[in-house]
């Protein structure tokens, strides 16, 4: 073969490997990306339900701090890309898991007494691809956390909200 007219070949076969290659690494990078947002918004389902059953019924700093943010921080989350207090769902149910109309109510039926779990949804949450002209949105699965309550921020002898807040 002649050295002179195979000097184009090697150009053209770099070209072909690398575009392969960097798909391939981009793809890896967007895969790290997407483990990653999918176990925050696990983290942020779970700390939000968590401050939930601690924290005083409709408390705005419960979803501000389940989205990483500062407890007076307002807006998106500093964490998690797209991700703001608009999109968490928090629900109080009873024992049969019926969700709570009126969870700050007096009332033993359909108030504070009868909430017996705390629930936090994400539904819908878009995760947008990255990668150089392949751009994309994938929906992500709801995630969710119900934990039994506590003490709704409140003392254990009566319904009398404490002063101080642990939120």
Known sequence: MNAKR??????VEFA????????????VLEMGR?????NALNETVRRGARLAAVCEINEPRILRRAIFNAAEQAGASSLIANL?????????LDATGAV???????GAATGFSAIRYVQLRVDNFSFDLLIPGMRGVFTLQPFT???????????????????????
């Open 16 to 27: 072909i490997v690398s575009l392969l290659l960097f798909i391939l690494m981009f793809g």
């Open 145 to 167: 956390s119900t934990l039994p309550r506590e003490s709704l921020g409140r003392h254990a002898e009566s319904d009398v909200v404490p002063e101080i807040t642990p939120c």
């Open 34 to 38: 997407l483990f990653f947002t999918v």
């Open 100 to 106: 709570i109309a009126t969870p700050a109510a007096a």
């Open 84 to 92: 703001e207090t608009a999109d968490l769902t928090l629900v109080y």
């Open 6 to 11: 195979m000097r184009g070949v090697y150009v």
